[in-house]
Nanobody, 121 residues
Framework: QVQLVESGGGLVQAGGSLRLSCAAS????????MGWFRQAPGKEREFVAA????????YYADSVKGRFTISRGNAKNTVHLQMNSLKPDDTAVYYC??????????????WGQGTQVTVSS
């Protein structure tokens, strides 16, 4: 079993920055890829970024490339999403996810409860 808990969401002005964190627990976490997804009102859940268990591979959605950075924390059970140059279109509930294989799909095995990110105009 893997438990995921997101934190760091909140309200930020357009152009600002926000750093999301995900804390994981479970014996297999160290060998799992981690991903970030988001879901805006009226839209389907979409891929944002992912990182391999080692941190050697990262994937980004085109909409966030160059603005967002995913990284492993110093502790192996944490992952972060640094979000810069935020836009109102980034407003969504952000979910942390974990799976044995890194991918851009939404078919990850474990999911957190989500954290709200709101970007004002």
């Amino acid at each position: 079993q893997v438990q995921l808990v997101e934190s760091g969401g909140g309200l930020v002005q357009a152009g600002g920055s926000l750093r999301l964190s995900c804390a994981a627990s479970g014996r297999s976490f160290g060998y799992y890829a981690m991903g970030w997804f988001r879901q805006a009102p009226g839209k389907e859940r979409e891929f944002v970024a992912a990182i391999s268990w080692s941190g050697g591979s990262t994937y980004y959605a085109d909409s966030v490339k160059g603005r967002f950075t995913i990284s492993r924390g110093n502790a192996k059970n944490t992952v972060h999403l640094q979000m810069n140059s935020l836009k109102p279109d980034d407003t969504a509930v952000y979910y942390c996810a974990s799976d044995p294989l890194i991918s851009r799909s939404n078919r990850y095995q474990y999911w957190g409860q989500g954290t709200q990110v709101t970007v004002s105009s």
